[in-house]
């Protein structure tokens, strides 16, 4: 199993990032796909999720109108697409798997996004 994070990086206050999550060895079409972030000294926190059909996401209160989760079924991937980045928004993402009928639950090695001017 594996999830590969990318596209962070260092960006100015009010710019945009695409984060993405590439998936291989389950199958992704059964699990939950979520964000996470973590900011130093903070605990990990959900930013935003996505049902496994697609038709349901689920955002944290700080970012509502500025991210957009979705996934690509034939590319076996999830995003992150953020907008009008804040200095708040810096934080290691993470991205995670989870089924619910079993519980199976999997990590990514997260990516670093630092906003700042």
């Known amino acids: 199993v594996q999830l590969v994070e990318s596209g962070g990086g260092l960006v100015q206050p009010g710019g945009s990032l695409r984060l993405s999550c590439a998936a291989s060895?389950?199958?992704?079409?059964?699990?939950?796909m979520s964000w996470y972030r973590q900011a130093p000294g903070k605990e990990r926190e959900l930013v935003a999720s996505?049902?496994?059909?697609?038709?349901?996401?689920n955002y944290a209160d700080s970012i509502k109108g500025r991210f957009t989760i979705s996934r690509d079924y034939a590319k076996n991937t999830v995003y992150l697409q953020m907008n009008s980045l804040k200095p708040e928004d810096t934080a290691v993402y993470y991205c995670?798997?989870?089924?619910?009928?079993?519980?199976?639950?999997?990590w990514g090695q997260g990516t670093q996004v630092t906003v700042s001017s």
């Open positions: 995670h798997a989870r089924r619910s009928a079993t519980g199976y639950a999997y």
């Open positions: 060895g389950f199958t992704f079409r059964n699990y939950v």
């Open positions: 996505i049902s496994s059909a697609g038709g349901s996401t």
